[in-house]
T-cell receptor, first 111, second 116 residues
């Protein structure tokens, strides 16, 4: 079955720097990818998604890049702020409205 | 008020006890899910329901059961709790995937369960 892995369990960045969080998936047939943010004590919240017919999608201060050749997904956060500190999960469509989640990367933003 | 409400938010129980976690939603979504979160393992799907008459097992359904009492309510039961079921449990909802062309799940704030 599908598996999703994140490259780093934790990432520390300076406030104002750009952050890049990486994710790898196993099933080359996966067609939908999504990033969630989970703040302490809360449930995950949707950030941005991308379909397999795209290789880049931009939101507000966030960009998701998809490399289907190497089955790699990344989330880029521009000008990282203290409020961006959270755990970030990538998720992949595991079949009909089921998402398979990675283990998460904890982003720590330092002043 | 939260769109997806879970009760209880925290529960400590003993091995062998029956536990029910409840979820209610005001988003009007047909689809509801129960996920389990463990440190370093992300979120794993326990059960999901696409409508009141539809219940499906997820990847880790052993030891759990669910009930979809109404469109807005989806409860998760542990018939005989064991310590390795200690985890953070999330309920989530979504609209019809295909129609909205999105996989966004709306999560509750979680129920932390500790089994001693």
């Amino acid at each position: 079955g599908e598996s999703v892995g994140l490259h780093l369990p934790t990432l520390s960045v300076q406030e104002g720097d750009n952050s890049i969080i990486n994710c790898a998936y196993s099933n080359s047939a996966s067609d939908y990818f999504i990033w969630y943010k989970q703040e302490s004590g809360k449930g995950p919240q949707f950030i941005i998604d991308i379909r397999s017919n795209m290789d880049k999608r931009q939101g507000q201060r966030v960009t998701v890049l998809l490399n289907k050749t190497v089955k790699h997904l990344s989330l880029q956060i521009a000008a990282t702020q203290p409020g961006d500190s959270a755990v970030y999960f990538c998720a992949v469509n595991g079949g009909y409205n089921k998402l398979i989640f990675g283990a998460g990367t904890r982003l720590a933003v330092h002043p | 008020d939260a769109d997806v409400t879970q009760t209880p938010r925290n529960r400590i129980t003993k091995t062998g006890k029956r536990i029910m976690l409840e979820c209610s939603q005001t988003k009007g979504h047909d689809r509801m899910y129960w996920y389990r979160q463990d440190p370093g393992l992300g979120l794993r799907l326990i059960y999901y329901s696409f409508d009141v008459k539809d219940i499906n097992k997820g990847e880790i359904s052993d030891g759990y059961s669910v009930s979809r009492q109404a469109q807005a309510k989806f409860s998760l039961s542990l018939e005989s709790a064991i310590p390795n079921q200690t985890a953070l449990y999330f309920c989530a909802t979504s609209d019809l995937w295909g129609t909205l062309n999105t996989g966004e799940l709306f999560f509750g704030e979680g129920s932390r369960l500790t089994v001693l």
